[in-house]
């Protein structure tokens, strides 16, 4: 059988944190079969073998590497560890879906990507916001045009917990904030600038407020911590319009579209401007209620077994990661801007 | 009759967007009368003269200063003027309470206090944010302790409106969140950094993005905007024990206290760390619900009478219009960091 | 001059609690002059002169009957006294407005409806909620049949504090409810029950449930308490294709539309049904800001200037009181069920 | 091996709408083994077998009944099936617990309770709110005394969704209600009343209000409704000191203290009553996180282990129904109280 007529054979790599929800969704839909789960730590695949009791684990990455019954892996691993499992993966001809960040620098993203073309296989980032039928919503209404020009828009993502002591807040959560960015904006950043702060390891900051400058005056701004009181996950975008809160913890309605916005008017003869504010009806859509998740790990057996670029692939995880370097640089130039060359 | 036996005869100068809070409450406490309303706009005067019907109106400000019966002088006109109905008020003799921000630049603030001293008259800046119950029991609690170590804090104030065309959004919005940290925090900024951007008016910032570190460590970000879907004044304050939320225009409680935080924990040995995320009860204080306003202008009052400070006087307004200064040079020189030099 | 020609001369009876609130709109609409003052407190009154200082005060009811220079008395007194204060009133030739509930029985409501007709005045009650935009909406769209068929609504006026020890909470909060109710279904209830609960002052109920069954099956339950942790205004109103729920405190949109509902779909052959629950968009319209209480006493002064009768007149207060003894009549009867019998 | 050495051997009896959290909980906990799962729908078991494919499916309940290696049955099948199956497992000798409402009249649950005692099974009814943490917590500062005296509760339990055409909204939604009240006030109500409307299906309410009687005045109230724009799970507890909001559906704290209350207090001499409300701090809890039908799950194979009798046992099953069968004949009766005969 070839991987048209049955379900794709897929490996989850890393079964801590959020390979868990990885496995549920590669175990229930009819896609892919959840053949093998391996991790380092025998305690998590010992749960991993209750959950799915047909599904071969392993603490011995190689043997998923040979192993000529899987077609895919899946990895859930620590960030550090993304570029030498990624390769060796691709390298024993694997599809590849690796979680975000794709890899700790842009150079190994390079890597993945060339290997991934030469060996002809799929490579995939988990930016999972990109199959969240909320943000697709708001793409679509900055497409048709509703938002008017778009101003500026603001992304907190905070929360306490899952402190990190080996990638810090920006490689760890704002992945998903600049992910969601250039697929709203179809464009990369001219410049990022960072701040951040330290608290609870050297080195390792707990919180930090990011500026990016996208052409055409638009800016962004992220705010990521994990030293925070509330579980916060809100973007909200202005433009000239209306304006969009996207809360992705609220629970009646997490798009807001606020038909509200701030006019210039010339006053005729002066040379003067008047603003007229402008505030109508809010909109609470009626989203579809599909798992993101669910639709990542559709999208990648689709894309494996049509031989499909994915729509978050090895060069969309590139621009992430290209963004997080300028971040990190700023960071360490206290907040200095970082321009992009352009190429 | 000295002032010690009669309310003080204040005079409002500039009774448009904020000036009739004022006019209430200076008319209603019984330690002032409005005695005079001057605003160049007749219209104006003419509703002020609806509700306060005993109250002299004028266009003429010259007249207020010359009148002997008028013991201070309010001003809540735009920020540019400050300085020079300040400056004529002083040099009248007249005790003077001026709007935040104080001046547009420090040589006016620094000019202002010099010749309040000269004249040994009570010059106070509206930072009435510091007459708050809500901001005076968080600086209470940090004062007790018990937040812990502070780690940082971060304060959004955005909203849809008032759009300003001769000062951008970090003059007009970020004095109030200002002034709370130098209060909170007892101490001013080493160095400030400001993003902004321009959509309405050329030159003119609609939304900005500040950071500011304070000794210690101790991050402080402040967003402003009058382009925003919603009406939000919330300020986070992180510890190491307990973390506060104070939102102004919440319903229910405007502070919220999580005793929440992660403690840094030495493994014996090993020389490594572990952190262990603590989250316990969520407090909301029963606090006073007097009007900051009516407070404000009832400790102008009470400095006048009995020759004190004010605890917003024109130094408070002096420091936050340097770190303004600051962050404006930040803002035009694409987000540098100004460091403050040691006096 | 007469009254088309100048504003309205009101003399205010009843200074405390909601009266305040009645002064400000009388005093700043340019309909209506407030005359005069009247309550039987002297500190009260004060507290009128010192923000009202050209209107007239008095403790002497009669006076301001006397006075031919007072077209109308506004009544915000504790309800036991409206009939006999109203009555006065009118029989000197005075247009009457009178707080919620009109009179503490009906007969007492229909002995002043028949008086201001022999008198050829204006008799109006302070139904205050048929003159808010967000009630006025929602008229609207069931009238446009936007919500289906009407099954039922429900409203909940809870808050803490206002205990009262001589009318309970039926006949204290819940004026507003029925009122909302007979303006929404512009009809009269067949049926009415009430439960109650006495806790704090023998006889008076502190919490009432109240059913109320109108034509066509439509139920309304109405939660009125002055014990309750959080203040609830919060009326929920269930039709075939929409639901509306109107929060008159929240924050952000006090009317929300929900595109939901419940069909019934015969199944062809098996006389069986199939429920579909459709659940589409939310939309919270844009309303106008106007107070209204101002809208009321504007009301009331058209009223009188063009021989209107008012939206809330003396039947309107009629048939609020007639609810109001049948649920009376129900909590003395233990919950019993008193229908109305057909005129 | 006993039962005391291995996990129970359960067999799950429907598998729609409830019983997939039952299967998920009894394959999880390791005190109980999911053996078997039956039900009517083959796709529904398909459904499981994909989830736990170890795990026997069946159509044939009486197999399950015969199987001597299944220890006991949970019973998760339209209520009007519960009576039929329970008695058959209780007589074939296994251990029984049954979803909520444990039968559809009383003489039923009677015929169960005695059928349990003469087999010496265990018979339990899934009241899962007695395992929930918050109600746990709520009846824990209600015996000690934090509320005060107990005034009045008051539940809201509605959503869209979930129509049924066989059992009315009081049957299927207020079982929840009316056991937490039973566990929180440790006593029965005197009487009960309910009013109800049908728009649906001919016969069977979709909103159904209920008042219920509590010995020493204590009022409570419930309404539930599967018509309802929102998602609402809410019970309010009203105490002389204090009072308390359970909010199941909230994000922040499902319980929240208000130190609230109203005060009676007699004027020396005068024979009058003067109130004085007090309102304090608002305290959210931290709350253990289980879920509380996995406590459940527990407590139902800890009873078989140990012999003991379960917290909601057949009895507490047979309270329920019983107060569900006077609101029933209320409803009946066009709302009038029933009161309960002494034992």
């Known amino acids: 059988m070839t991987v048209s007529e049955r379900p794709i054979r897929v490996a989850l790599?890393?079964?801590?944190?959020?390979?868990?929800?990885?496995?549920?969704?590669?175990?229930?839909i009819p896609e892919t079969e959840l053949t093998a789960c391996c991790d380092v730590n025998e305690q998590t695949l010992?749960?991993?073998?209750?959950?799915?009791?047909?599904?071969?684990?392993t603490t011995d990455f190689a043997s998923i590497c040979r192993d000529q019954a899987i077609d895919a892996v899946v990895i859930a691993t620590p960030p550090r560890t993304h570029h030498a499992l990624a390769k060796a993966a691709l390298e024993s001809g694997k599809h590849v879906l690796v979680e975000k960040?794709?890899?700790?620098?842009?150079?190994?993203?390079?890597?993945?990507?060339?290997l991934a073309e030469a060996q002809n296989r799929v490579l995939m980032v988990g930016h999972v916001f990109q199959y969240n039928p909320a943000v697709r919503y708001i793409k679509q209404i900055i497409e048709e045009g509703k938002l008017g020009e778009l101003y500026y828009l603001y992304s907190t993502r905070v929360n306490l917990g899952r402190v990190q002591s080996d990638i810090n807040a920006l490689w760890s959560i704002a992945p998903h904030d600049i992910s969601i960015l250039l697929y709203l904006l179809e464009t990369e950043p001219e410049w990022v600038s960072a701040r951040g702060a330290?608290?609870?390891?050297?080195?390792?900051?707990d919180v930090v407020f990011i500026n990016l400058g996208f052409p055409g005056g638009i800016l962004a701004?992220?705010?990521?911590?994990?030293?925070?009181?509330s579980k916060v996950r809100r973007m909200t975008?202005?433009?000239?319009?209306?304006?969009?809160?996207?809360?992705?913890?609220?629970?009646?309605?997490?798009?807001?579209?606020?038909?509200?916005?701030?006019?210039?008017?010339?006053?005729?003869?002066?040379?003067?401007?008047?603003?007229?504010?402008?505030?109508?009806?809010?909109?609470?859509?009626?989203?579809?209620?599909?798992?993101?998740?669910?639709?990542?790990?559709?999208?990648?057996?689709?894309?494996?077994?049509?031989?499909?670029?994915?729509e978050t692939d090895g060069l969309n995880g590139l621009q992430v990661v290209r963004i997080l370097e300028a971040a990190q640089e700023s960071l360490e130039r206290g907040g200095a801007a970082i321009t992009f060359s352009l190429p």
Chains 1, 2, 3, 4 share one sequence.
Not at 13 to 28: D, E, I, K, M, S
Request: proline share 6%; with cysteine.
């Open 13 to 28: 790599v890393g079964c801590g944190y959020w390979g868990p929800n990885l496995a549920r969704n590669l175990h229930q």
């Open 237 to 310: 975008i202005v433009g000239s319009k209306q304006m969009v809160v996207y809360d992705d913890v609220a629970d009646e309605g997490k798009v807001k579209l606020y038909e509200k916005g701030v006019y210039r008017k010339e006053e005729p003869g002066f040379g003067e401007f008047q603003y007229r504010v402008h505030s109508g009806m809010i909109t609470i859509p009626r989203l579809e209620m599909t798992e993101p998740l669910r639709a990542e790990c559709q999208h990648f057996a689709t894309c494996i077994r049509e031989g499909q670029q994915p």
């Open 46 to 57: 010992e749960k991993m073998g209750r959950l799915y009791p047909n599904t071969h684990l």
């Open 198 to 205: 330290t608290y609870l390891t050297d080195g390792i900051e």
């Open 221 to 229: 701004h992220v705010h990521v911590s994990w030293l925070d009181p």
């Open 101 to 114: 960040p794709l890899t700790l620098n842009s150079r190994d993203a390079e890597d993945l990507i060339g």
